[in-house]
């Protein structure tokens, strides 16, 4: 276990994940921007968060909201000018806040001078930036794409009779890092950020970056799932040790990675401090629980199991327990709002469910990732119809589902729950209109429950809310290293009402209870040695059951309690 008093600044630091457009408007045009972000530096200070990973900013025609870059040393206009980042960048570190940028370089816009020269003629030199399948060859091997209408990733185009490949949007050609060049570019770019001042990238599915050049047809083994195939490519590890040996070791920075398609088996090649790759990244089997096998977007018919819940974690612990280190999420700027998902946000259960679900992140082994408005337990808004949604997942695969005669109705409610919309709502500042993101239209529609109650400027007024909760829980995983570093230990693994689990570090040892339930319930430890508990938070009234080693859990309670 000595590995685990290896202390680093991104192990012990708290990240506020920030998606610009929503979060704050200072302009009137509806969308968020980067004086907006400055005007709530205080308020982020208060939070008791140390990092802001901020989704990107760079320039970028928008169809797939800025993670479609045709400029990766510009500012998007609608967010600001350089200077203004600047501006952010001084204010954060005059704060002691770090700033974790989105680096997006698996592929690129279309619109980026380099794919713009690339398709120009066959012998242009940019030719090679990109993946090319000439047309007197054939079609092309399969290729599965995200966004694509068709879900096809490659893309014939007319100019130089050829389908160049991408995984994501039409307007995302895959970049080609099997050409030295393209690396340099890359690691250049990297290097412009750091010499700003910029602690680390999130790395955009950073796992796709390899492929095979033959572009063979999907093996047999990976049984027509692409996403795995994708993430196994044969130069990755390759790429990431030349990256880290290039530009990363010569920085005191952090580096995540965002791994779909990579499993357990294979964590450790990432991040084992020996390889000198990357400091964690975020794997995706929680994100796929209460999904359809192999449907990323698509909520499974059956409703998710607590067991198989904490059994992720537990797997994922294990996994980190010696070498390298993992990330905490329940949700992002792709997956919805945590509250809703893997809570209850019924006016009953919503106080305890998003007070316990922090709770859960910041008691666990692993750097906390939160997403801007959990702190004040923002909700799904579930969209009733398709004109309100903005994101080109949904739109797409809405006419797709048209074109092939689906069920239009059944996949609207699917996207009530589902879509990527629900995460991208505004951030809910006050009971003014607009709930204070913008004087215009915003560019997606506010949740009307800013009315009642989850705003941060009523929660601020209020000792006991969400908001005031987040704070004192965040300065508790601060004030105890052992909710860091400690050991974690899974406690009643088949119990569906409660997760339970101890931390402990050399003789201290806590117990955490969560309350997955609408009902009440009673749990007792009576193998495990303690003679007294203190209790260190919760968010309810605690009820003795008379015994020691029984405790009894209202609906979606969490305590912890440090054993004696």
């Known amino acids: 276990m000595q590995h685990t008093l290896q202390r680093e600044w991104w192990k012990e630091g708290i990240v506020y994940q920030i998606y610009p457009r929503s979060f704050q408007d200072t302009t009137g045009n509806g969308v968020g921007d980067l004086q907006g972000i400055i005007r709530r530096l205080d308020y982020i200070k208060s939070l008791g968060v140390d990092i802001i990973w901020l989704n990107p900013v760079y320039q970028s025609p928008n169809d797939d909201n800025g993670y ?41 816009s279309d619109e980026h001078y380099w794919f713009q020269e690339s398709k120009k003629s066959r012998n242009n030199p940019y030719r090679d930036y990109y993946h090319w399948w000439p047309s007197e060859k054939g079609t092309p091997p399969k290729r599965w794409s995200f966004f694509d209408e068709e879900s096809n990733a490659w893309k014939y185009d007319e100019t130089t009779d050829s389908y160049y490949l991408h995984c994501f949007s039409v307007k995302q050609p895959d970049l080609k890092w099997e050409n030295p060049k393209v690396r340099k570019e890359v690691y250049n770019l990297m290097e412009f950020w750091f010499k700003k001042g910029v602690d680390g990238f999130r790395m955009d599915v950073i796992s796709f970056i390899s492929k095979d050049i033959n572009y063979p047809e999907l093996p047999e083994s990976y049984n027509g799932e692409f996403i795995p195939f994708y993430s196994n490519g044969p130069k990755l590890h390759e790429y990431l040790q030349e990256m880290n040996r290039e530009v990363l070791s010569k920085y005191d920075i952090m580096t995540v990675g965002e791994a779909p398609g990579v499993d357990v088996n294979r964590a450790l090649e990432f991040v084992d401090e020996e390889r000198k790759e990357l400091n964690m990244f975020f ?60 809570g209850n946000d019924s006016r009953t ?7 316990m679900l922090q709770t859960f992140l910041l008691s666990m082994r692993g750097t906390p990732f939160f997403y801007y408005g959990e702190e004040i337990g923002m909700t799904n808004i579930k969209f009733e119809h398709i004109s309100e949604y903005k994101d080109i997942n949904t739109l797409n695969r809405y006419k797709l589902e048209k074109q092939n005669g689906g069920d239009l109705i059944a996949f609207l ?152």
């Open 68 to 108: 479609d870059i045709s400029d990766y040393r510009n500012i998007m206009s609608e967010f600001g000018t350089m200077a203004d980042f600047d501006e952010l960048l001084a204010g954060l570190k005059e704060r002691d806040l770090k700033l974790v940028m989105d680096l997006v370089v698996n592929h690129s």
């Open 283 to 342: 794997h995706f089997d929680l994100m796929n629980l209460d999904r359809t096998e192999g449907e990323t977007f698509e909520m499974a018919k059956e409703p998710w199991k607590l067991s198989e819940f904490k059994k992720i974690h537990s797997k994922w612990d294990e996994v980190f327990s010696e070498k390298g280190w993992g990330s905490m999420f329940l949700n992002n700027h792709d997956f919805p709002r945590t509250v809703s998902r893997w």
């Open 349 to 355: 259960h919503w106080y305890n469910s998003a007070t």
């Open 413 to 564: 409610q699917n996207e009530k729950h589902a879509s990527r919309d629900n995460a991208r709502t505004p951030m809910q500042w006050d009971t003014s209109a607009n709930s204070g993101f913008t004087t215009a239209k915003p560019w997606l529609k506010v949740n009307e429950n800013f009315k009642e109650g989850i705003n941060a400027a009523s929660q601020e007024e209020d000792k006991t809310s969400v908001l005031n909760f987040f704070r004192k829980m965040v300065q508790i995983r601060k004030n105890h290293k052992t909710l860091i570093y400690g050991s974690y230990n899974l406690e009643l693994a088949e119990n569906e009402q409660v997760y339970a689990y101890t931390r402990t570090l050399n003789h201290e040892r806590y117990l955490v209870l969560l309350s997955f339930s609408t009902k009440k319930t009673v749990v007792a430890f009576e193998h495990l040695d303690f003679t007294k508990v203190e209790l260190i938070i919760s968010n309810d009234d605690i009820y003795k059951t008379g015994r020691l080693k029984h405790f009894e859990l209202m609906p979606y309670q969490a305590t912890i309690y440090q054993l004696l």
